[in-house]
């Protein structure tokens, strides 16, 4: 008897001490930076694009106003879902023109506001 009494205190005093749950580290929220028609950048932000077909890609940045290429990337993805980081201390601070392009089409467009 004293044995069981024994017993069930343990059990009560180890079900009544508050359970250690592990939880992860947050995912980061991934930006689809072409299905919005525009958007704020910062600095070493990653953006996330589809890619259907594996072949070479350029993320062009350009300038609207004066007509002219700021920034230009040649890449080969992964067909899916694909992230790059944008930096954008060189970029001048004001609203770019990114675009997603393969060796004949412009694929994909958006407008980019650069913090």
């Known amino acids: ?3 069981l009494l024994i017993l069930l ?3 009560l005093l180890t079900s009544c001490m508050k359970d250690d749950m592990f939880i992860g580290p947050e995912e980061p929220i991934r930006q689809m930076i072409f299905e919005v028609s525009e958007s704020s950048v910062k600095d070493g932000q990653e953006i996330s694009f589809e890619i259907l077909v594996e072949e070479r890609y350029w ?3 350009t300038d609207e106003e004066t007509k002219s ?3 230009k990337e040649s890449f080969l993805p992964l067909t899916g879902l694909n992230t790059r980081k944008i930096y954008t201390n060189s970029l ?3 609203k770019l023109k990114l675009t997603l392009e393969n060796k004949t089409d ?4 958006t407008f980019i506001n650069v913090e």
């Open 1 to 3: 008897m004293k044995k």
């Open 9 to 11: 205190s343990i059990l």
């Open 59 to 61: 993320l062009v940045i």
């Open 69 to 71: 290429v700021v920034a």
């Open 92 to 94: 001048p601070k004001k």
């Open 106 to 109: 412009v694929l994909n467009t």
